[in-house]
């Protein structure tokens, strides 16, 4: 069964809030045991929060566009529970407040759905815009946080997003909480490189993941997983492959972390071309979640510095496992794989674990890096943020950096620095506080 939201009393001027029109069809859809509902071609469909739910594939025709509303007051404030709030009182309002992973409102949501798929070639707009602060010319600091995500699925199974173009988010963009069974093949996902916090796609506890075919740029961390505070009873992330994807990012391209509640396992990245990024993948453990069981395989990254309130100092490959705070304790970070792996840019591979709390077992193979200067920022170093005290090492940087690890392999490993980066560089391969660290 097909349900065109325009029988359903949708305008699609641009102008109406149409959201009324689209939740009727959804949930008609839904209770009558699901089918399509399509948003046609040819027009914008102004709109606050929508509530997808089970059974229902969310169509957008090439040409429509779901545009998110300029009235914070059209988007659904939402309880600890995953429901909506019915009145507002009490609930957070829009200014910053503390964040443990669970955000305030959303524009697309669902909690505890199943068979659940957003398809087609259409455009999502999530307006961002309406959350513009402080602009330094290089980096877009929001109104308030946490903003608005374009889209929070929680507790989902059986979920596929396909084709979709997605873009203009202020937060982050695809937030998957505690689902299982999830396909995301084929998206386009465009946010400001400017664009504090817009991350691209975020699973958060989830299981069983498959994220392929995608173009991702963003002003934050383009693919990042996540373990975070308020939905530790999910469990792990695990069972997650990453392939075939173009990545773009202000931030890392690649992320694990830093909230991370409980483990990442069980991970694939492959076949993957990562460009002008402030990091290429990043490993960040601050909490007590551990990572082990991952392999990175077949990558090309290239990064470049960016100002300074971007984490990161172009490291191509960056695993830290420092505690957040004190009294948390970071988890452990261990067995994973490297091979394959081409790197261009304005930093090499950094390894630092902590005094008590080595990074272990991992293995670097056919890595070809080559070194050179390719933006007008300062090369400073290392970027430990978050963390206790500053966060920053400056110093020269080396092609390979690693302080507290113990058992680390490197093979074929070729190094090429070019004329434009000798003033700021060290040496090939630098290890402290290290130990049977081999390279053959």
Known sequence: MVYNILDFG??????????????????????????????????????????LKSNVEFHLEMGAVLKASDSLE?????????????HKSGVPSFINSEYAGRPFHAFLYGFDQENVAITGFGTIDANEKIFYGDNSGYHIEGTYYPRIPLMLLEKFTHLTIKDVTLKNCAFWTVHLVGCEDVLIDGIRLLNNLQMANSDGIDPDHCRNVRISNCHIECGDDAIVLKNSGDYKHYGPCENIVISNCTLISTSAAIKFGTEGESDFRNILVQNCAISRSNRGISIQIRDNGNVENAVFSNITIETR?????????????????????????????????????????????????????????????????????????????????????DGNIRTKISAVYVEHAKDLRFEQLKVDV???????????????????????
């Open 305 to 389: 510095r960016f100002s300074h309130e971007w984490w990161g100092r172009a490291e191509a490959i960056c695993l830290t496992a420092h505690d957040r705070k004190e009294g948390v304790k970071a988890g452990k970070v261990k067995n994973l794989h490297f091979e394959n792996i081409t790197c261009k840019g304005e930093n090499g591979i950094f390894v630092r674990g902590s005094e008590d709390n080595p990074i272990e077992d991992v293995s670097f193979k056919n890595i070809h890096m080559t070194l050179e200067k390719n933006s007008k920022w300062e090369i400073e170093g290392y970027d430990i943020r978050p963390c206790q005290g």
């Open 74 to 86: 059209d988007y659904y404030p939402l309880a600890n529970d995953g429901k909506i709030v019915a």
């Open 418 to 440: 070019k004329d434009s980066i000798r003033p700021y560089y060290k040496e090939e391969f630098t290890t402290v506080n290290s130990e049977n660290v081999v390279r053959n």
């Open 10 to 51: 949708a305008k699609g001027d641009g102008i109406t809030n149409d959201a009324a029109a689209i939740q009727r069809a959804v949930d008609t859809c839904s209770k009558e045991g699901g089918g399509r509902v399509l948003l046609p071609a040819g027009h914008t469909y102004n709109t606050g929060s929508i509530l």
